[in-house]
T-cell receptor
Framework: EAGVAQSPRYKIIEKRQSVAFWCNPI?????LYWYQQILGQGPKLLIQ????????DSQLPKDRFSAERLKGVDSTLKIQPAKLEDSAVYLC???????????FGPGTRLTVT | KNQVEQSPQSLIILEGKNCTLQ??????????LRWYKQDTGRGPVSLTIMTFSENTKSNGRYTATLDADTKQSSLHITASQLSDSASYICVVSGGGGYQKVTFGTGTKLQVIP
């Protein structure tokens, strides 16, 4: 079974620029999560999809962050414009229907200068 | 408020020694508890998962315990190896909402020769 793929692995941008991250979950896993993990902290849920519908986006800074999951498979997370405090690792995870076991991708490390 | 607290925040042990990491949670209703290992620069990988009725689960040199009455869990690592150096994150599912999870901030373990 292939794992969760994310790209890019690393990204450096200047503040006020835009950036997008891509995630390809495990085939058949209906639930997809985006997390933000700041250095030294645990992951913080940004948004949760069930197929292509949003289940929870209560902690997503909607003035600058957006995410979509077209066709219920791949997902993209966008930040526009980026701030210094957005520097973090962005993790994508997925789980299959009815389970709580989450499988994580390698993450994208974002540095905002 | 759903919370997961871990202790210690960081730990340094000698190779070959044992150690125990702690996790206290206030998530209710409780569904399950997982311990993840996160190597530097990688996404978390699941070590163990326990439901309400399970009070111990082993995975090689890792043994997790759960006391659902006191809402405490521990992860015991036996005969530590250098490759055990990582962050260990306690994750609790439940607390209302579809497949809602709460992450602890993790314990950073360093095993030295």
């Amino acid at each position: 079974e292939a794992g969760v793929a994310q790209s890019p692995r690393y990204k450096i941008i200047e503040k006020r620029q835009s950036v997008a991250f891509w995630c390809n979950p495990i085939s058949g896993h209906a639930t997809l999560y985006w997390y933000q993990q700041i250095l030294g902290q645990g992951p913080k849920l940004l948004i949760q999809f069930q197929n292509n519908g949003v289940v929870d986006d209560s902690q997503l800074p909607k003035d600058r962050f957006s995410a979509e999951r077209l066709k219920g498979v791949d997902s993209t997370l966008k930040i526009q414009p980026a701030k210094l405090e957005d520097s973090a690792v962005y993790l994508c995870a997925c789980s299959s229907w009815g389970t709580h076991e989450q499988y994580f991708g390698p993450g994208t490390r974002l540095t905002v200068t | 408020k759903n919370q997961v607290e871990q202790s210690p925040q960081s730990l340094i042990i000698l190779e070959g020694k044992n150690c125990t990491l702690q996790c206290n949670y206030t998530v209710s209703p409780f569904s399950n508890l997982r311990w993840y290992k996160q190597d530097t620069g990688r996404g978390p990988v699941s070590l163990t998962i326990m439901t309400f009725s399970e009070n111990t689960k082993s995975n090689g040199r890792y043994t997790a315990t759960l006391d659902a009455d006191t809402k405490q869990s521990s992860l015991h690592i036996t005969a530590s190896q250098l490759s055990d150096s990582a962050s260990y994150i306690c994750v609790v599912s439940g607390g209302g909402g579809y497949q809602k999870v709460t992450f602890g901030t993790g314990t950073k373990l360093q095993v030295i020769p």
